[in-house]
Structure formats: C-alpha cells, structure tokens
Nanobody
Framework: VQLQASGGGLVQAGGSLRLSCAAS????????VAWFRQAPGKEREFVAA????????LYADSVKGRFTISRDNTKNTVYLQMNNLKPEDTAVYYC??????????????????WGQGTQVTVSS
C-alpha cells in the first residue's frame, strides 16, 4: 500500500491542524494505520493509531485529549485532527500502516508501509 501524508503547516500555539493520510494500491480497510512524529535531534515517537474499521484507537499520553485519529475507508484516508497545539508538537509527522489483517500498535517496528512525512511547526 502507498501512503501520502498532507496537511502540515505553520500554526500558532493553541491552534489546530488536520493531517490526512491518503492510501492507494490495496483494500484500505484491511490495514491498521498510525501516526508517528520525529522532531529534530529526537527519535521517532508514536502519536496515534487506529484499527482497520476504526473501532479501536490508541494515543500517546502527550496528545490524549488534544488529538483525534479517524478514518474514512470510502475515501481511503486516515485523519489526525490536532487541537490546542503546543510548540513541543513541532515535528515531521508520518503515517504508516501495518500488514493486512493486523491490529494497531504503538511500535514503529511493526509498521511496514510509510508515507513521506509532513512538517508541522507550532510557534509560541
């Protein structure tokens, strides 16, 4: 499956952005999808994940209550709604999917397909 992340940009602290991850190539509803992020000089970290049909979601503690992951399988797209953004949310955000039939995971090692990343910058 091929993934294309978009929607990043520059926003002030307290603002909102919605990231999109568009998929092509396979039956999208067969794949759990996650968002990860990587800030300069830091390791890639888990942000949120969603199961194949959207019934299960996982969040990093740092984004709980501020970020919402969702998906529309009719549009082959996963979304990450980010509210009340903070400067520490600044990073390149990547979407990734697991192999077909597997559930969501917080471990980047368990994701096989990755998008190219989209930059999110939050100014203070």
């Amino acid at each position: 499956v091929q993934l294309q992340a978009s929607g990043g940009g520059l926003v002030q602290a307290g603002g909102s952005l919605r990231l999109s991850c568009a998929a092509s190539g396979r039956t999208f509803s067969n794949y759990a999808v996650a968002w990860f992020r990587q800030a300069p000089g830091k390791e890639r970290e888990f942000v949120a994940a969603i199961s194949r049909l959207g019934s299960q979601t996982l969040y990093a503690d740092s984004v709980k209550g501020r970020f919402t992951i969702s998906r529309d399988n009719t549009k082959n797209t996963v979304y990450l709604q980010m509210n009340n953004l903070k400067p520490e949310d600044t990073a390149v955000y990547y979407c990734a999917s697991r192999s077909a039939g597997l559930g969501p995971s917080i471990s980047s090692d368990e994701y096989d397909y990755w998008g190219q990343g989209t930059q999110v910058t939050v100014s203070s």
